[in-house]
């Protein structure tokens, strides 16, 4: 035998050994009604917010802050400084550099909580804001969230009118999680300034000689250069508003925000309307023992994991999302019938069939009459079933099958009926709506949290397209055609595809590569074999792969150290373009096999997952654990193996 078969029969033998293992793993962490739940974690600006939110509902009386929650508001500020930069600053992704808006949001969470503004980290911490533009460079929101306590001009804060809910449709051609945040928002801004501790102020943060005014790079005759007019001619007449309108179009607000707090894990179950929705209630006069409040305040709350070693607020919850993806992953290694894991993936399937959505939410503004269906990305959501995630637990349901099989036919035969109908007029599909894409509204001063919009993706397409041929769907089909036409247009020139929800080129390029394979592209055609070649060239000198968030900001491929994660997206890839034995994905097996712990899991630091690209980032903490798994499990299938 030579040297080379020996060797992969090696590789066979651990690579088996590491699918055991992770399998086992994965399965014993199963919750007891069939789902999988991993933490969710991003940066520090969540305990920042949260200070500001209960600056707002505490109202300092007599210009003293004495905060309901003080016990809360210590581990906030603890939690913020354990990661505090070197340099002063703050990063929204671990091993990122400072970044102006967080460190603005530290700062000021710092200051109003009582560090002396001479404290040697906050003077490290002020310098770095300085230097990066001072208060002035921070995004739009940090700005209108200061404002709100005349911490910043508000005449140069971008403002929501909440009379955007009369024009007639508008707020549906903005993002789903825009939607939830800008609604609540326009009434909180409605609000006079509310007050600060005696003698607080961040005059320092502002940086001499830097314009307060909106930049306007793009001239006079300019997208930009309308919403900006527009925003000045608001300001102008809101000095004056006319109070029927206004009053209409607060009560249009309120009852949208009051229709979306129910059947949902809180206003759009992300963090920031949750925070807003808090914010506006006690604006409006709601009392804190009122039922909408009181469950409001349980939602927002339920975010907080603190268990007297760790205090951080988790962005949202993803427990369908991590359900889906470590479901897929342990079917791909064929379980036993009635083994353990096929017990696991039988409970989880039916689990996911009682969160199919049966009920129309913001989407059918863009599809009426579709029938609902789909799957959310948390544990409730029904105005928002997730496009990508819908896609990822018809993956799931490929292996893991409940005992009443006919409801299961049924409900995924709705699911491919419903994302077959989310498909966008480009032919590929967004997060959670079709066709929003009015790219003049990125230039509206608000917009610059860079996720006015929902636009179409290639690694959701590339999901979607793999599930829907799972499933029975071929090149033949409309939606499959139009998608696979959809990918190949859209891939880099380098032969990549961008990743808009994980980070970033190899995520895109592994998805759109799995998606085309299963709609029937061959491996020799060049698109194939080019994003397979990139993907070698690509591979660190450790034998796997890492690529940095800032990939985002140079809109290129930008390496970082190997990541367990990334190099399974990697693997499948190059498995997806045909490569099952070359040295590339040898070395990337070795490697998923040589870190994984004596435990079955991998470790991982790096923020993975994408919120807002250059804004806000994730770390889905069960993707090191699913995606080896299924990546080393999809290996040892094309080896001719069976585990």
Known sequence: MSTGLQLADALSVGCIRAIDKASRALAGRQHEDGYWWGDLTADATLEADFVLMELWLDKPGS???????????EAAVRSILVRQLPDGGFSIYPGGPSDISASVKAYFALKVTGMPAEDPRMCRLRERILALGGIQAANSYVKINLSLFDLYPRQYAPVVPPEIMLMRGVIYEMSSWTRAIVIPLSIVQTAPPRPVPAGFHLDELFKAGVPLEFPNPDGLISWRNFFLSLDRAYKFLNRHPLGAIRNRAIAKAEKWMLAHTRQSDGLGAIYPPMMYA???????????????????????DRLLVDDGERFFFQPCFSPVWDTAIAAHALGETRPDPGGCVDRALGRCASWLLEKEVRTSGDWAVKRPGVEPSGWYFEFANEFYPDIDDSAMVLLALQHARSSEIGAQEACVARAIRWLVAMQSEDGGWAAFDADNDWQFLNHVPFADHNAMLDPTCPDITGRVLEALCVHGLTRGHQAVRRGAEYLMRTQESDGSWYGRWGVDYIYGTFLALRGLRAAGEDAREAHILRAGEWLRSVQNPDGGWGESCESYDKSFFVPAPSTASQTAWAVLGLIASGDTRS???????????ETQDSQGCWHEEAATGTGFPRVFYLRYHMYRDSFPLLALATWIRRQGGAH
Do not use: N, T
Not at 281 to 296: C, M, N, S, T
Not at 583 to 593: F, K, T, W
């Open 583 to 593: 040295e590339s994905v040898r070395r990337g097996v070795e490697y998923l096999v």
């Open 278 to 300: 808090l914010m506006a209630f006690d604006h409006l006069g709601y009392a804190q023992d009122h039922p909408e409040v009181r469950e409001a305040r349980r939602q927002f």
């Open 63 to 73: 210009g003293v802050w004495k905060p309901r929650e003080p016990r809360r508001i």
